[in-house]
Nanobody
Framework: QVLLVESGGGLVQAGGSLRLSCAAS????????MGWFRQAPGKEREFVAA????????LYAVAAKGRFTISRDNAKNTVHLQMNSLKPEDTAVYYC?????????????????WGQGTQVTVSS
């Protein structure tokens, strides 16, 4: 069983920044790729960013590219999402996810464990 716990969400004004963190336990963290997804009210869960097992390969959604940075610390079993230049349309519940493989993927179906989510609200 894998446990993922997100933190760092909150309310921020447009143009501001937030750093989300996800602490993982339950399987060898450094063997698996990790991802961040988000879900706004009335919308499907969507891919934001992913990072491979070593941190050497990352992938971003178009909406996140240039503003968000995903990173991981395998010694601390954590993955982070630094979000800069936030926009009201970034408002959503953000989820950390772990997938049963070392390489990055963008589909929700490629991930087998999920955190409980953390709310990010960006005011205009």
């Amino acid at each position: 069983q894998v446990l993922l716990v997100e933190s760092g969400g909150g309310l921020v004004q447009a143009g501001g920044s937030l750093r989300l963190s996800c602490a993982a336990s339950g399987r060898t963290f450094s063997n698996y790729a990790m991802g961040w997804f988000r879900q706004a009210p009335g919308k499907e869960r969507e891919f934001v960013a992913a990072i491979n097992w070593s941190g050497g390969s990352t992938l971003y959604a178009v909406a996140a590219k240039g503003r968000f940075t995903i990173s991981r610390d395998n010694a601390k079993n954590t993955v982070h999402l630094q979000m800069n230049s936030l926009k009201p349309e970034d408002t959503a519940v953000y989820y950390c996810a772990s997938r049963p493989g070392p390489v990055v993927r963008t589909s929700v179906h490629e991930y087998d464990y999920w955190g409980q989510g953390t709310q990010v609200t960006v005011s205009s």
